[in-house]
Structures are given as structure tokens and as C-alpha cells.
């Protein structure tokens, strides 16, 4: 039987919702435990919250100074000696899960799935090659743990509140690396919705022009309660910062709602955003490649179109 | 310092791939072939370093067939010292990449190594991580900023929250992200020099890698396809739209 090691993701003394989305993936497996480890320099709220999803068999915490912030070089000896006992080692794929579990595999000495979109055995999984053009089957050898990484837009945050499973302080005799140093995290701030998890996201591209005009789709997002979101094009652009940018390279999200404003829609960054529920396309290019995903399309000025939206909206 | 550069051939981003119908791979026959997106910054990156004063060489690294010869050049005219081909027909995973690398790192005693963040293939995003553990050394992925001074890389990383730093001792592994930097185009002056620079040609069963724990896949298929969409005429109509599906 299968027990699964689910590495949790939180920020800012928070639990991550890709942690909860993790653990679904886990379920799927159909193991005879799911065990939660919160590696930080202070796990008393991050245990308490991931105890409560549902399915959790046992939440394990490692508290040391040195988990202070998600260094790899840090968490990967820790994690890899935790992984003793489990057949499988799940994170989410979030750049932190990116970071972490392939250090992690190969201290195991194993390969990693990355990607997981969905689980067809114990040992059997799919995930997406190309960006996203071509899904692949692919078996890890049962001979060794699973490490992999979960698709979060794959996969439903579990529910939370039915229970509370155990919290139990875990003791690891590892030494741990100084090589590797945390500096500063520059978070833009925003009280808008998360863009992974938000149900509805707004995203605007190169044709919205300039970073000031970006604020007709920050207000249109605001109007209708969504996260908002980047083509590359308008990151590189310097619009809007990194962290706001959906595709391959970027955040894969799936929202009940996409909007696409001023994206054309290159493979790049329909990757991020082809398990959304319904995509809107408005674009004054009618022959943009937006245009043969989306679900409903609008071709027009978006500077025309958007006003027009809100007083329709009302 | 030495910087090693991974320099892998996939096939061009702007390509559309098509899954072969019986599921035993993607067509890749006659499909336009190209550096992955990340390595040509990783490349550009060290180049950089060098012009720098920094880095003395810098040599780019390739694990592939015969016909990677070709590819290996366009590093060298890039600017390239020198390339290393390892020479496998075999198609290979990240962690047969990284012990690949690794082997090269105990032969060629780089200060810094320099991967892609993913390539565009397989879109794994593994290989940096995994040689870096392998390697007992640091990790700096997803970079879009790199400093080096007194011994250590002060790199900016584009993480889910925004950007982080870290401090990293050398040697060290950097994997780089897109806005890293715009690599140079190749002019063609360089491409007669490039014919000029050393290839040094290593068979990949000399090495002594462990292959057995690679992961098999087992079938390949096209996506799942949308249903076909409709177009709307004016902003009524699409709030409507929305409306209906209780979206707004």
C-alpha cells in the first residue's frame, strides 16, 4: 500500500491553497495515509491549517531557524530524510515545488514526475509535454518513492473543516547547509483575489498599451471581483510585474472565467489557461489565435469595449 | 572561473507539435529544430560574464546524436570558448542529464554552472535542481538577475510571490528564467570562426551513467479540444452571455 508525503507551501505564517490541491492528487492515489510536512521556523498556524484538510492523516512538523524562509539547498536534506518509509513524495508544482522536489529526487536517486494532471495507478501518471500540446502517460519504477510535483489547476483544493488530524513535531538528525542565503522577497501587494486561485481572472496583453493604461483592467477586474493576470507581452512590456504572468513560463490557472484583453493568444500563454471554464477573447484582431480557444469572442477596441462592459454590467 | 553552459535542441517554440495517431510519440521529422529559449540566455548570460572580466571560459555542454554537431556550433559562433558533445542516440531524462553534468564538473572544475530553467520539450524543469544536489553545491532557479562578487551570486529569482534574492556561494548551479536577459543574434562572421573552435566528443557509455531509474512513457496524446466558440456582437451581448452562465 501506498503512503504519500505531502510537502506543504505557505508564505507569511499561511498555508498555501496549492498544499490542499497537493493532497487531492494524494487522495487520488487511493493511499492508506496522507501525512502533511510543514517545514518552517514557526509551523504553530501553517500545522493547524493543513490539519484540517480533509484526508490528512497526519500533519508532521520540523521547526528550525534555519526553515525560516524556502531555501532548496535547505529543505531538500530534510525532506529527503523525512521521505524514509513513504512510496511517494508529493508538491505542488508552484515555484517553490519546482525548486525543492527535484533536489529532493535526486538525493533519492530517483526521477521526478513533474506536472501531475491526473493519476491512472499508484505508479501511473499523465502530465503535459510541449507546453501542453501533447499529454503523456508515463510509469515511475515502484521499485523506488514517487517524487512528483502536482498540476494545481488540475486539481480541486481538498475540503477543509471535517476534521483535524494529528500534529506531531518530527526530529531530523541532518546537518544543514549554510552555502545558500534568503536576501528579501519583494512582494507586490494587492488586495485583489490570488491569481492561482481566484474563480475569476482578468488578464490584459500588449494591446492594452502602456502601464498606465493597465488600470482600465485593473478596474474592470475590481468591478467583477477578479484576480488579475499578464500576457508575457505585458510583463516584458513592464506593465504589470512578473508574478502576474499566466502561461508556460508563468502561473497555469483555472478559473470558472478567463478574460483575455489585447492577447493575441501565442501557444505560450494558451498553456496557462486551456483548463479554464469559459475563456472570453476581446481583441480588434479578429484573426488572433485567442480567437480559436475562446469560448466567446468579442472583436473590437478593448478602450471602446470595456466602458461599455461596465455600464452593461451595471 | 570556467562557467558550463547546458545547450540542448528541441524543436522550435514556434512550432505547432503534432501527436503522432498511434500514440507512440510527437512528429519531430523534418520539424524546424532550435536552441531552447532558456539555454540561449544561459548562454548569453556567461558570455556576458566573460565580457565582464568574470568568467575566462565558457563552454558549452551537449548530450545528443551525431547531428548535435551542428547545433554545438551555433553556441561556439554565439561566442562560445569550446563545446563538449556527449554522444548518445538515446533520448535523455533530467537526472541521467544531471549525472551527466556531473561527471563533466569532477573533469572540468567550473565556478559556476548555467542550465534553463525548463526546456520547451519536455517541460520538465528539473535538471539544474537535480545537479545541483547531486553536486552538494547551491541552487539559484528561475534567475532573473546575477551578480557576482567576492566569491558568491547574488541572484533575484521570479518566485509565484514576486522576486526574491539569494545569496549563493561558488560554485553554484543558476537556472535561468526568461527575462534574464535578450541573447545576441549570431552574425556570420562568427559562423566561420565557430567552424575553427575545439568540439570535444565524449561517447555517453564512457561516462559510467546509471540510466535504470529513467521513466517510461507509455503513450502519447493530443490534448483535450475545446468545443467550438461563439462570437458575440457588441458588450450587451457578451454580458448577457455571461450573465446566463452565471458567471457574472
Redesign the interface.
Known amino acids: 500500500m501506498s503512503k504519500i508525503l505531502v510537502i506543504a507551501e505557505h508564505?507569511d505564517g499561511k498555508l498555501n491553497s496549492s498544499t490542499a490541491r497537493a493532497v487531492s492528487a494524494a487522495a487520488a492515489v487511493k493511499p492508506e495515509a496522507i501525512d502533511v510536512l510543514v517545514l518552517s521556523d514557526n509551523v504553530g498556524t501553517i500545522a493547524a491549517e493543513a490539519a484540517k484538510i480533509d484526508g490528512v492523516s497526519r500533519v508532521l512538523t520540523v521547526a528550525r531557524a534555519e526553515n525560516a524562509h524556502p531555501?532548496?539547498?535547505v529543505l531538500?536534506p530534510q525532506i529527503a530524510k523525512a521521505a524514509a518509509g513513504y512510496s511517494h513524495v508529493f508538491a505542488p508544482s508552484?515555484?517553490?515545488g519546482?525548486?525543492?522536489?527535484?533536489?529532493?529526487?535526486?538525493?533519492l536517486?530517483?526521477?521526478?514526475?513533474?506536472?501531475v494532471m491526473s493519476v491512472e495507478g499508484s505508479h501511473?501518471f499523465k502530465r503535459?509535454?510541449?507546453?501542453?500540446?501533447?499529454?503523456?502517460?508515463?510509469?515511475?519504477?515502484a521499485a523506488?518513492a514517487v517524487v512528483a510535483t502536482i498540476r494545481t489547476a488540475s486539481w480541486p483544493a481538498a475540503a477543509q473543516g471535517g476534521q483535524s488530524a494529528p500534529i506531531e513535531a518530527l526530529s531530523l538528525d541532518v546537518s544543514l547547509?549554510s552555502?545558500?542565503?534568503?536576501?528579501?522577497?519583494?512582494?507586490?501587494k494587492s488586495d485583489r483575489p490570488d491569481l492561482?486561485s481566484a474563480s475569476?481572472v482578468v488578464s490584459g496583453g500588449r494591446g492594452v498599451g502602456s502601464k498606465e493604461n493597465f488600470d482600465i483592467i485593473y478596474k474592470f477586474a475590481d468591478k467583477?471581483g477578479a484576480a488579475v493576470g499578464a500576457s508575457?507581452a505585458a510583463?516584458?512590456a513592464g506593465y504589470v510585474?512578473?508574478?502576474l504572468q499566466v502561461g508556460?513560463?508563468g502561473?497555469i490557472i483555472a478559473p470558472?472565467?478567463y478574460m483575455a484583453i489585447g492577447i493575441s493568444g501565442a501557444?505560450?500563454h494558451l498553456t496557462g489557461i486551456?483548463d479554464a471554464?469559459?475563456?472570453?477573447a476581446i481583441n480588434k484582431d479578429a484573426e488572433a489565435p485567442i480567437?480559436e480557444?475562446?469560448?466567446?469572442?468579442?472583436?473590437?477596441d478593448l478602450f471602446k469595449?470595456i466602458p461599455?462592459?461596465e455600464?452593461?454590467?451595471g | 572561473m570556467k562557467i558550463l553552459v547546458g545547450y540542448k535542441r528541441v524543436v522550435d517554440y514556434n512550432v505547432r507539435i503534432q501527436v503522432k495517431p498511434d500514440g507512440t510519440g510527437v512528429v519531430t521529422d523534418g520539424v524546424k529544430l532550435s536552441a531552447n529559449p532558456f539555454d540561449d540566455i544561459a548562454l548569453e548570460e556567461a558570455l556576458r560574464l566573460r565580457e565582464k572580466g568574470i568568467a575566462e571560459e565558457v563552454v558549452v555542454v551537449g548530450v545528443g546524436p551525431a547531428d548535435l554537431t551542428a547545433h554545438l556550433r551555433n553556441g561556439l559562433a554565439m561566442g562560445a570558448n569550446r563545446a563538449i558533445h556527449v554522444v548518445t542516440a538515446d533520448a535523455v531524462q533530467p537526472l541521467t542529464a544531471a549525472r551527466v553534468f556531473q561527471k563533466l564538473i569532477d573533469k572540468e572544475q567550473p565556478g559556476l554552472v548555467i542550465l534553463g530553467k525548463q526546456a520547451i520539450d519536455d517541460d520538465a524543469n528539473q535538471t539544474g535542481q537535480m545537479l545541483a544536489a547531486l553536486w552538494d553545491r547551491p541552487q539559484a532557479t528561475f534567475a532573473s538577475k546575477l551578480e557576482i562578487a567576492n566569491g558568491k551570486a547574488t541572484v533575484t529569482r521570479e518566485v509565484d510571490a514576486g522576486l526574491e534574492t539569494i545569496e549563493a556561494e561558488l560554485p553554484a548551479v543558476i537556472t535561468t528564467d526568461l527575462r534574464l536577459n535578450e541573447p545576441r543574434f549570431i552574425k556570420l562572421p562568427d559562423i566561420m570562426k565557430a567552424k575553427s573552435k575545439p568540439i570535444d566528443t565524449i561517447e555517453f557509455a564512457s561516462l559510467g551513467v546509471d540510466t535504470h531509474d529513467q521513466l517510461t512513457t507509455t503513450h502519447y496524446a493530443a490534448p483535450g479540444k475545446r468545443s467550438k466558440g461563439v462570437m458575440v456582437k457588441d458588450a450587451a451581448e457578451l454580458v448577457a452571455a455571461l450573465k446566463q452562465k452565471g458567471l457574472l
Open positions: 508564505l531555501l532548496a539547498a531538500a508552484t515555484t517553490f519546482k525548486d525543492v522536489a527535484p533536489r529532493v529526487a535526486a538525493l536517486g530517483v526521477a521526478q514526475v513533474s506536472d501511473t503535459p509535454i510541449y507546453a501542453g500540446n501533447a499529454i503523456i502517460t508515463v510509469e515511475a519504477d523506488h547547509p552555502h545558500t542565503r534568503f536576501v528579501e522577497l519583494k512582494q507586490g492561482q475569476k467583477i508575457r510583463v516584458d510585474p512578473n508574478e508556460q513560463t502561473k470558472e472565467l501557444i505560450q486551456k471554464g469559459t475563456i472570453v480567437f480557444i475562446a469560448d466567446i469572442g468579442l472583436v473590437g469595449l461599455e462592459l455600464q452593461a454590467i
